[in-house]
């Protein structure tokens, strides 16, 4: 006979209680941080495989736009955030209403969940943000063209909402793929933008508390194959100071915009010109840009938005060596959990090697982990981080 599942565990007083909508690996990375700060971490999953799940002792299942269930999770929280952007505006500001402390709020939120209005509440404010153009409903090829051919080809076409890692954005090269396009996106809401040119992609992590102390992090380099981050270089090499002082001051500054409690990602390009960034995407959680932070920064990602949403100090964000790499382990052909698993022993042959797995199901193009390196060099670390990442991916030999 099974033993029946744990209850919810009781609390000593004044153990802050922090609800997190999402059981990935940000919320089981954020629960790493909720033990070392006495906090208790609550995650609302949507099945009890969800990674987080294996780790949190505060469970809840129910799903992300079901406002009965998140009414539910949220009842006894002292602070609910999120490790997605699933959960409508809507919903939030319906529990904002009913006492619930969410951060970031409703009035925030809509900037991560709708590509548009980030767009133009961006521009509006005066954001570096790329050309963009809604087209008209039935109308919509020709305005593509008009688009193009006042800002030259390839165009890049966004979905509003729902993309991410790739998703959702199509890069189109000339009126061929155009018709091609918008005959495929017929159902769906989308707009059109100039395809800036850049010589890297790069981001900033912000952290703002709840009293609105402010913290940021060095600006890194960010590298993309398929859409899909592979590696995180931090801090990005070659940069001005200055401009790197630029990047950090307009990653501030967005935060305060919107008026963001937690974590902000601001992706960027680096343009190398006049103006020297321009902003692409945001994020309002930990994330994937900031995972370097684990083992690279004093205070983590996870632990900064714990601070941040209970407003609480916020922690130092200096760095601990001169250069820390993140390297994204990826599923794919031939990397099953069972070998990744076996293979550990290699990679950790480095002992500079900090490994974080998630303890996910594998499939092709998923991130199951990544391994950061702190190093002296640039180039060491981006050596060392790969290599671990092939050793665990058998791409060595290994078996």
């Known amino acids: 006979m099974s033993a029946p599942p744990l209850a919810a565990p009781q609390l000593p007083p004044g153990v802050p209680v922090v609800g997190m909508v999402g059981a990935g ?9 909720a033990i070392a700060l006495g906090v208790h971490l609550r995650v609302l999953a949507v099945g009890a495989a969800d990674c987080a799940a294996g780790v949190c002792s505060d469970v809840r299942l129910g799903g992300p736009r079901d406002l009965a269930a998140v009414q539910d999770f949220a009842r006894g929280v002292d602070v609910l955030t999120f490790d997605h952007e699933h959960v409508p505006a809507a919903l939030v500001a319906d529990l904002e209403r009913g006492g619930v402390v969410a951060r970031p709020g409703s009035h925030a939120l809509p900037y991560v969940q709708d590509k548009l209005q980030m767009r133009q509440r961006l521009a509006a ?12 409903p039935g ?36 009126e061929t793929a155009a018709a091609r396009l918008v005959d495929a996106l017929a159902d769906l809401r989308w707009f059109v933008e100039t395809h800036v040119a850049f010589r890297r992609e790069v981001a900033v992590q912000v952290a703002r508390s709840a009293t609105g102390e402010i913290r940021a992090w060095p600006l890194v ?47 960027m390009f680096d ?8 902003v692409n ?40 060596a001169p250069v820390t790499v993140m390297a994204n382990l990826l599923g794919g052909s031939g990397v099953e959990a069972a070998a990744v698993h ?25 991130k199951i982990g990544h391994v950061n390196v702190c190093d002296a060099e640039v180039d060491a670390a981006v050596q060392r981080a790969g290599t671990a990442v092939r050793i665990l991916r058998g791409e060595d030999g290994s078996r």
């Open 25 to 33: 690996q940000l919320a089981r990375m954020t629960q790493q941080a």
């Open 342 to 366: 076996s293979r550990i022993p290699a990679a950790l042959a480095d002992p500079g090697v900090r490994l974080h797995l998630y303890n996910k199901q594998v499939k092709p193009g998923r």
């Open 221 to 267: 380099q960010t590298v993309q194959e398929n859409g899909i981050c592979t590696l995180v270089i931090a801090p990005a090499p070659q940069t001005d100071p200055e401009h790197a002082a630029h990047a950090r001051t307009l990653a501030e500054n967005i935060a305060k915009e919107l008026d963001v409690v937690g974590l902000l990602a601001v992706e």
């Open 281 to 320: 995407e945001l994020a309002m959680r930990p994330h994937n840009s900031g995972h370097w932070t684990m083992d690279g920064s004093v205070t983590s990602q996870f632990e900064q938005h714990l601070r941040a949403v209970l407003g609480w100090p916020l922690g130092d964000t200096s760095l601990r």
């Open 139 to 174: 109308h919509e090829l020709e305005d593509l063209r008009a688009f193009a051919a006042d800002h030259h080809w390839p165009v890049v076409v966004k979905a509003v909402s729902g993309g991410y890692d790739g998703r959702g954005v199509w890069v189109v090269e000339d």
């Open 125 to 136: 404010s005066g954001f570096p943000v790329p050309h963009w153009a809604v087209p008209r």
């Open 271 to 278: 343009t190398g010109g006049d103006e020297p960034f321009v």
